[in-house]
């Protein structure tokens, strides 16, 4: 049972990340992004230590964390657009590599759902590997270990979804603010 929810839970990364071992440019885009979703947690976690003391709501935790990780995405495209202008990956062959399709958008998408499925869902896996399982009181029939897996895989699959459309937006658009 665990290691079908695991497959269920890290397949597609395991799957998609051994499909990026031919093309280094994909994983330069999976590293940078990773780090600029990394760079964004601990902005907001700097954020969340700096207001903790003078309020207690939920809800501008959620809203602030949102604007940095979406503020972040934007920075990241910013960048790549940056050093897709002034970038060429070329090998002896002759073969460019292209930095402006579907698959670098994916693949960046790939890079943060890859760093959020890490640090949110990493700890809960690994004690749901125990001997004990446990099981929520709102669904008694399915664990919580079946509960995170499934969650993993949607975020992964949100932010692979995200990226290409946000990459659209400012490419159609032209992100006329920072991006000229």
Known sequence: MESGSIILAFGPTVAAGLLLIDAPHLIIIVVSSIFCFLSSQLLAALIWLAFMPLTNSRVFYVTMYVFVLEGFRYGFFVLYKLSE?????????GTVYPLRDLSSSIVAGYGFGLA???TFHRMILRHSLDKATLYPSQCER?????LIACSALCTQVVHAILMPIAFDGC?????????K
């Open 116 to 118: 959020r499925v890490y």
């Open 142 to 146: 399915v664990s919580s270990f079946n």
């Open 171 to 179: 490419y159609v658009h032209d992100a006329d603010l920072f991006c």
């Open 85 to 93: 202008d002034n970038f060429v990956v070329k090998i002896p062959h």
